[in-house]
């Protein structure tokens, strides 16, 4: 059927008539080839136009129909419409723009006619081509999502819920109310913003339609409109919803302050909190940041960060208990561990490390041992054998007993303690220290035997044979390493530091000479040379083959040494050691230099040719390092050694090659710390357990690995407010005092030392886990082991009513944000002005501590700080002025109405109801006004009535003079700005931002609540600033738009969407990845691509990049285009172009 | 021959010796053959210069071969360029298995111009490829704009 088209021209009025000759172009358009009718009319969009259209189409057996008039965009559907009534398919019907493309932008008339001609012949010969397109319809989800629960949420959501369909509401923070309830009171009517506030949130929680998901966010959201698919993320409370009863108790216990994000940093809050005490849900939140790096950096797992923090709050006995969940020697740790904890500390980023060792010594000398109750043990039958006392045995054994098991301790010396007891010398570890914790952690039940040497007394099969289900071997490294030089087996002056210090701790203290010569360059080094030095020793000398800083000992040991009178050689390598009649003379010696680097890191030293000399001495002490013992390992066969000659274990489980024996400690890892000792001691116990449960030791490994510390760790941010303080250092014994006594060197913190100590404590994990939160819990309503969890839920339509963020003035650095303790933010000066922030309501400034005690005398308020200003934001952030007016009224009322309140303004903008008149009553309770924008604040004073205050600097544009204004306090009313999430908020929902950053409606005035996504809307100044009238409005106007949706239950969806021919399709799939929307899948079957039509958006992406042309748009195929273009450029000869 | 008469042959195949080999063959006799490894390839080297002859291997992975030829013969620019099949089974079967006579979409779908069994003798390719490049090309108005 060959086509019959009907074309028309609009005048508009005179829009488009005043500039194209209609006739002409009505008459142009009749000769072409199809045309069968053209005619002109006033108004074409107008009830007797769109009738002349439906007339000719039943007259005319019109088949095509082309208008030229406005934009498609305003009346496209109004003649689809018109066709539609006819019997003719919309999609037969196109439109030329002949006012905004031509009688808008064209000045001249003939030129206008000409364009307009040949718009026409393009319309009209594409129409040609067009084919019937079915109106397709898909089904409507009747839910609806809502986003962000402010003031405009909310209201939406209410909104939605009295008409009967479900709503979920998901709200970011820990409470709904958004900025709205920051606020005090809301201006023009002044009524407070909680009043009207709470019962909004209160009906919200009340609504049986609205689902509420707080302290959640929209992850994804898949789907079209009508069928949304959105998953929303939960994240942990770590308090249970519905259980908490809101009473605060754990405020009350919890020892973490930070700063208050709901009181904008200028009050604080605990770790665990509730916003404010309405808010809904009443639940209250931990704030979890990742563990704090001391934590994971202490190889035992202690919670050091939640010990510290206990110390703060004085609570002594608590501390120990949490130190001793993870580690039964508080006071040996506090006294000999290496700290890694301080190294990892992050207040070092202001001053130094917290003294967390000496912290840890403070509150285990501060508990009665005695005193300390032992956890209640639940007994179990299995029998496991520790071999060894020392950190790792111990370890095993406490936290085994612990566990229920019947634990048996064997120890080859006759006390217990390992290398704790014989290796650390009494003025570094008094014995009694250790006594003290050993006894504790065998009170526990724990049967021991002493001198009971493995190997020698019994083995492995007889633990078996004596009903041992599990064995733990931390045997240590007792043994030394030799020298390996002439004369080392002189028989007398020559003893192993290891075994020298094994005899004096176990209480022989013969000197082992006058003249003392000690060689290595570790703390067992340093530590003999130290006691030789106490015994009487008149010269101890340090032999060291490399330089001070390659020196493995602790730098503080050292020191000690040094103030004692020891003296060092370093650079000096052992040669010989020389001897009369079997006894040490001398010490025979080679000067060296550092090379190159050995594998362990280490310069390795190189002797210097010819510099060999003597030390003269009489006892020589080698303390070059230790390995385990093994003259029992033939009785073990089986049990597998390294090249190392250490134990070999999985590095996870500590299982040894015999599966119910396992490892720890030295013997595993070779000489190494005690806190390492300890945190292996950990992992073996965890293996043991799982081994006699009969579980999968393999599970326990991937536990671990997922319990590993975070790659790029999220900790709280250090707050700008800290001042450097100094790192408290435990007072020492003066050096002459030390060396006649083996008394401790090193006292113990002050407690008013240790509390401030404490204090410095950054908590980088904000929530300590100290778990004093669940002992205050009376309704159990706390899980430290919350997980976050996904949701999906179905929705048809969508409202982003996700806010705005208030614009930090601090990069404006003339205001002097952040430099003044007095300059406030809007926001600021409405938490200090509310009732639940931290003044309680009152209007006050900080003192010169920082504290809120006085009140302000006079007050600038200065208005558009980063609105209205080309370097920060061109737009008006229109509430400016009426909260400004607002806070003089507040100001007036609360501080008195002698305050002077200066309102630096450029223009009052008083544009919505009451506003004009709220102007008019402030200006009546004497605000000052200055028109004329502040320049800069200043703290200079140049005369004495300046002095201590703050000077807005500024013009009076109205009498045209520059302005000093002295003040005690300035507010800046800084923009509102688009959320700093809104890039990812709008990629999420497909709503793109416009050049202010805000969400972009899809049209001001078609569309002010629409965006580029059907069924998603925007409501409140998630859109761009607004008030909190024009907010709810838009909400309930979101509203609306959603439910229109929802009840209709259908949607009719454009069918200008893509298609590919499965004839020509090659099946490349190029397609696929090119589709933002993800409308393309591959049927594999075939092996070409197929659109998904209800998710197609018809953007054409596929259609531009199809290699084989099988991907193409509906109503815009290629033949289509190119009529639409030959139209044109065969209109051009016609019209004399 | 000179240059500028030379016959262009596309050859697509996935497998580089059968391609290799082709190409050698024809270049020595005189073609101008272009290779493509992949059918997106030929579709774009189609594009670029419309050949005289494509030769496609039907043995290309996941029917790619069958896809190809859809598309070439489905296309308003590229129906009219003779294409040789090869295949190493036998041409009943596979016209038949494959259904090669008809679109997806149902409406007829030309045969090919030559079908060779594979392995095939060079005489016998060469021969047909010559047979198809000495009958006169009908060129489309599409095709003329391409060229140009």
Known sequence: MSARIGFY?????????????????????????????????????????????????QEYGLNRVVVASCSPRLHEKTFQGACQRAGLNPYCFQMASVREQVSWVTADEDEATRKAK?????????????????????????????????????????????????????????????????????????????????????????????????????KEVSGYIGNYTVTIHKKPRYVKEGVCTGCGECTKACPVTVSSEWDVGIGDRKAIYRAFPQAVPITFCIDKKDRAPCVTACPAGINVQGYVQLIKQGKFKE???????????????????PHPCETQCRRKEIDSAVSIRNLKRFAADQVDLEELEISAIEDRPEKVAVIGSGPAGLTAAYYLRLKGFQITLFESLEKLGGMLRVGIPD???????????????????????????????????????????????????????????????????????????????????????????????????????????????????????????????????????????IDFCFLTAPVRIHGQSGKVTGLECIRTELGPPDESGRRRPVPVEGSEHVIPCDAVL??????????????????????????????????????????????????????????????????????????????????????????????????????????????????????????????????????????RCLNCGVCCECMECVNACEANAIDHWMKGEDVQVKVGSIILATGFDLMDPSPMTQFGYKKYPNVYTGLEFERLSNATGPTGGQILIRDENGDFTRKPRSVAICHCIGSRDVNYHEYCSRVCCMYALKYTHLIKEKVGHDTR?????????????????????????????????????????????????????????????????????????????????????GRIFGVNQGADGFFLEEHPKLGPLNTATDGVFIAGTCQGPKDIPDTVAQASGAAAKALSLATRG?????????????????????????????????????????????????????????????????????KQIFAELDGIMDALDAVGM | MSKEAKKRILVVADDPDTLIFLANLLRCEGFDPCEAESTVDAVHQ???????????????????????????????????????????????????????????????????????????????????????????????????????
Not at chain 1, 154 to 181: C, F, N, P, R, W
Not at chain 1, 944 to 965: N, S
Not at chain 2, 68 to 73: H, N, P
């Open chain 1, 9 to 57: 021209i609009c005048h508009c009025g005179i829009n488009i008539a005043y500039r194209v000759r209609v006739e002409e172009v009505a008459a142009f358009a009749r000769q072409l080839d199809n045309v069968v009718v053209s005619r002109d009319y006033k108004f074409m969009c107008s009830d007797p136009g769109q009738e002349m259209i439906e007339k000719d189409i």
């Open chain 1, 118 to 218: 040949t718009l026409a012949a393009a319309a009209i010969n594409r129409v040609n081509f067009h084919d019937r397109l079915e109106t397709r319809e898909v089904d409507v989800h009747p839910d609806i999502l809502v986003v962000g629960g402010g003031i405009a949420g909310m209201q939406a959501a209410l909104d939605i819920g009295a008409s009967g369909h479900k709503t979920y509401l998901v709200e970011k923070d820990t409470t709904i109310g958004g900025h709205m309830l920051q606020f005090d009171k809301t201006f023009p009517t002044l009524d407070c913003a909680a009043c009207i506030g709470t019962p909004k949130m209160v009906s919200v929680a009340q609504e049986k339609n609205i689902q509420l998901f707080s302290y959640s966010e929209v």
């Open chain 1, 319 to 337: 501390s120990v208990q949490l130190i001793r969940q993870r580690l039964p020697l508080p006071g040996v740790l506090g006294r000999v561990c």
């Open chain 1, 427 to 565: 003025y570094r570890l008094p014995p009694e220290i250790l006594d003290r914790e050993i006894g504790y952690v065998l009170n526990t039940g724990i049967e021991v035997k002493t001198q009971t040497r493995f190997g020698a007394d019994f083995t492995l099969k007889d633990l078996e044979a004596q009903g041992f289900r599990a064995v733990f071997i931390g045997v240590g490294a007792h043994a030394s390493m030799r020298l390996n030089i002439p004369g080392e087996d002189l028989s007398e002056g020559v003893v192993d530091a290891v075994q020298f210090l094994r005899h004096v701790n176990l209480g022989d203290r013969k000197p082992p000479g006058k003249r003392v010569t000690v060689i290595g360059g570790g703390n067992v080094a340093i530590d003999a040379a130290r006691v030789a030095k106490r015994l009487g020793a008149e010269t101890v000398t340090v032999v060291y083959r490399r330089s001070e800083q390659e020196m493995p000992a602790y730098a503080e040991e050292i020191e000690g040494a040094k103030e004692e009178g």
């Open chain 1, 622 to 759: 080698p303390a070059i390092g230790q390995r385990t013992d093994m003259s029992w390992t033939e009785k073990e066969p089986d049990l597998k050694w390294s090249r190392y000659r250490t134990l070999e274990v999985h590095p996870e489980t500590m299982q040894t090659s015999i599966p119910h024996v396992f490892a720890a400690g030295d013997a595993v890892s070779g000489p190494a710390t005690v806190i390492e000792a300890v945190g292996a001691g950990h992992r073996a116990v965890a293996a043991i357990q799982r081994f006699l449960d009969g579980e999968n030791l393999g599970a326990a490994v991937e536990a671990s690995v997922a319990a590993s510390p975070e790659a790029a760790p999220e900790w709280r941010d250090i707050p700008e407010t800290y001042a450097p303080a100094r790192r408290a250092v435990p007072p020492q014994t003066a050096p002459e005092q030390r060396l006649s006594t083996f008394d401790e060197v090193e006292a113990a913190f002050s407690e008013a030392a240790a509390v401030q100590e404490a204090e």
């Open chain 1, 901 to 985: 309140v200066y309102d630096f303004y450029i223009d009052q903008r008083c544009f919505g109801k009451g506003y004009e008149e709220f102007f008019r009553r402030c200006q009546e309770e004497g605000t000052i006004f200055i028109r004329g924008k502040v320049s800069d604040i200043t703290d200079e004073a140049l005369d004495p009535e300046e002095a201590g205050k703050l000077i807005a600097v500024a013009e009076d544009t109205l009498l045209g003079r520059r302005l000093r204004v002295p003040v005690d306090m300035v507010i800046l009313c800084s923009a509102m700005e688009a959320r700093k999430d809104a890039v990812d908020v």
């Open chain 1, 1050 to 1118: 259908t949607v009719e969806v454009p069918s200008t969407i893509s298609w590919i021919d499965p004839d020509i399709c090659i099946g490349c799939q190029t397609c696929i990845g090119l589709c933002a929307y993800s409308a393309i899948e591959f049927d594999e079957r075939r092996g070409v691509s197929v659109v998904n039509e209800a998710v197609c958006k018809g953007c054409g992406s596929c259609s531009g990049f199809c290699p084989s042309g099988a991907a193409q748009v509906r109503h815009f195929k290629k």
């Open chain 2, 46 to 148: 189609a594009k670029s210069r419309p050949p005289d002859i494509v030769i496609i291997d039907m043995m290309m992975a996941e029917e790619r071969g069958i896809h190809l030829y859809r598309c070439l013969k489905g296309n308003e620019p590229w129906k009219r360029i003779p294409v040789i099949m090869l295949c190493t089974i036998e041409r009943e079967t596979f016209f038949q298995f494959h259904n090669i006579q008809k679109f997806p979409s149902g409406r007829a779908l030309p045969l090919p111009d030559a079908y060779l069994m594979k392995p095939f003798e060079t005489a016998a390719l060469l021969k047909t490829v010559k047979k198809l490049t000495s009958a006169r090309r009908i060129q489309t108005p599409a095709m003329k704009r391409m060229e140009a």
